[in-house]
């Protein structure tokens, strides 16, 4: 199964919405590790997933958090 990168940027006044907007929304990202700048300021999230594509990636997302998330098809390598 493909492995993705979801980059999520969203504004300060939106960070506490795109938190909640995981509330009673079933996906295999709640409650899981998560990349943030949130607290630094940055206002961006990652979560890595698979899914068999981009679109199926976004779909893990409530809606509103997709609509300003991009899926990146990644793979894992080793560094020399």
Known sequence: ??????HNRHT??????VFAAFRG????????AALATCR???HEIWWHTTAAD???A????P????ASTTATRVERIDTP
């Open 12 to 17: 300060a006044g939106d960070c506490g919405v």
């Open 25 to 32: 929304f079933s996906s295999p990202l709640r409650h899981t």
């Open 40 to 42: 630094g300021g940055g």
């Open 54 to 56: 981009a679109g199926a």
């Open 58 to 61: 976004l779909t893990q997302l």
């Open 63 to 66: 809606r509103y958090v997709a």
């Open 1 to 6: 199964m493909p492995l993705f990168l979801l």
